[in-house]
């Protein structure tokens, strides 16, 4: 069993609100994909931070776990949890998303599901979980009103450090 020192979670915008969408070719997702590597890089390496949480949403959570996968082949005593909304989680995405969710998750060092089925409330439940389980926080986050903007105020409201990466300037600043 890894010894925890620091827990890191993940929140961010889906593709639908990131500039590029779905286009990971896009210039601008590459950019923010290596913004987002230096901070978890940072994290590691400056702040102590040995596990990850992450709530498997489309777009900024996957871009965060594929980057702590890699960096586990380097970083052997980090780890990284999924926390699942709900088990059907996945159910409306196409084949190529479910593939790559699964994908992941068969990677992953723990999976915690919070409940069976799909609820409205379920997507909230899921981030405040990760806030009551982490000291710290990666939010992709361009300033607007949604579900990462409810979790950086989760966040805060527990006085866990919020950096946020903005996905249209590339540019970093802590709440």
Request: with cysteine; net charge positive; glycine share 6%.
């Amino acid at each position: 069993e890894a010894i925890i020192l620091a827990v890191c979670m993940f929140t961010g915008h889906r593709p639908k609100g990131l500039s590029f969408g779905y286009n990971e070719r896009d210039s601008r997702c590459k950019k923010l994909k290596k913004a987002l590597q230096k901070l978890i890089l940072n994290k590691i390496q400056e702040k102590n931070t040995t596990a990850f949480l992450f709530g498997m949403a489309l777009g900024t959570d996957i871009f965060a776990a594929e980057i702590v996968l890699k960096l586990k082949r380097k970083f052997r005593n980090i780890t990284l949890t999924a926390v699942l909304p709900c088990r059907t989680q996945a159910a409306r995405w196409n084949n190529e998303a479910i593939a790559r969710y699964e994908h992941i998750l068969a990677k992953c060092d723990k999976v915690i599901v919070l409940q069976d089925e799909y609820t409205p409330s379920c997507m909230n439940k899921r981030n405040l979980y990760m806030v009551e389980h982490s000291d710290c926080a990666i939010a992709v986050w361009s300033g607007i009103e949604g579900g990462t903007a409810n979790t950086i105020r989760f966040a805060t409201d527990r006085h866990l450090s919020v950096t946020v990466l903005d996905p249209t300037t590339f540019g970093t600043y802590k709440l």
